[in-house]
């Protein structure tokens, strides 16, 4: 047996263009779209790259884009004055502010100054509580991708044992949530967790989201689970070249898996369809529509 690998770019370019249909629908009716506001603040090479990434997806699916660029040393009290703007302005549905920021800058502080029902990064206290009782509110877009990801191979995950690997509040816990309300029995396990791999290989549904390069080997893999991995390292080769692997040794994996996903190409993609996906709904809570 070799695993299927689930095309996350596929994925993604189908939930785009469902987007771009609602958001067409809701201009003919209403005569407004929805609208991003995307913060960056400093000069990170990556972080650029993904600030304009989403600017251009957010145009090509109809929604206005507002990008804010603001100097590295600008002072937490200005990103503040900024963020409640954002708050107040009715054209903003949806506001990221780009992490990491500046070390002058307390960015949790700035995550709990947007308005909940604007934070389309899911990151609010008020957001995390909502999703943990069941309440409707806005989740992290990583998360939700894996969701997705996994319904391409499993339409039902009752009953399924599943094992998430990493305790972060951006992804680990949240993908335990939501994987418990679609019925799945959930173990959370982190790199201190006793006999990881025994861990690992209980899981029928297998989420990677630790942050070390290829932690997961092959023969952790229960034979016919799937894989979501989530992680995105950047390793050195022998030749002085470097190259993007995942939390899981995906050549090893291949044979034990129903299915897996690849990195890059995987999760990845899924994570600005599923901001889009975020910033409409946030616009049609405020809207009824």
């Known amino acids: 047996m070799t695993a299927k690998i689930i095309d996350g770019a596929a994925v993604a370019a189908r939930l785009r263009q469902a987007l771009a249909a609602r958001v067409a629908t809701l201009s003919s009716k209403q005569g407004r779209v ?22 251009k997806q957010t145009v090509e699916v109809g929604m206005r884009s507002f990008e804010h660029r603001l100097d590295a040393s600008t002072s937490e009290a200005e990103l503040l004055a900024l963020v409640a703007r954002l708050n107040a ?12 920021l500046p ?40 998360p939700s991708g894996c969701i997705m990801l996994l319904k391409e191979v499993l339409p039902s995950l009752t009953g399924l044992n599943a094992v998430v690997v990493g305790r972060s509040n951006i ?4 993908i335990a949530q939501l994987l418990l309300q679609a019925d799945c029995t959930v173990t959370i396990a982190h790199s201190r ?8 290989r209980t899981a029928d549904v297998l989420i990677a989201a630790v942050g070390r390069p290829e932690m997961i080997r092959g023969d952790w893999v ?35 898996a129903l299915a897996i996903t690849p990195v890059p190409g995987g999760v990845g993609p899924m994570t600005i369809a599923c901001l ?9 809570r405020r809207y009824g529509a």
């Open 34 to 55: 929805p609208g991003l506001a995307v913060v960056l603040v400093g000069e990170d090479p990556a972080s650029q790259v993904y600030v304009r990434n989403k600017g």
């Open 89 to 100: 302005d009715a054209a903003v549905d949806g506001i990221l502010v780009q992490l990491p």
């Open 103 to 142: 070390k002058q800058i307390n960015a949790d502080r700035v995550l709990q100054a947007i308005d909940p029902d604007k934070d389309v990064d899911g990151f609010h206290p008020i957001n995390a509580g909502r999703l943990m009782i069941g309440q409707p509110g806005l989740v992290p877009c990583t």
């Open 171 to 174: 992804v680990g816990k949240p």
């Open 193 to 200: 967790t006793r006999d990881l791999p025994a861990v690992c």
């Open 222 to 256: 229960k034979p016919g689970a799937v894989v979501i991995d989530v992680g995105i390292n950047r390793i050195q080769l022998a030749d002085g070249k470097t190259r993007l692997v995942g939390d899981v040794a995906t050549s090893e994996a291949l044979p034990h």
């Open 276 to 284: 889009l996906n975020n910033t409409l709904t946030a616009f049609e």
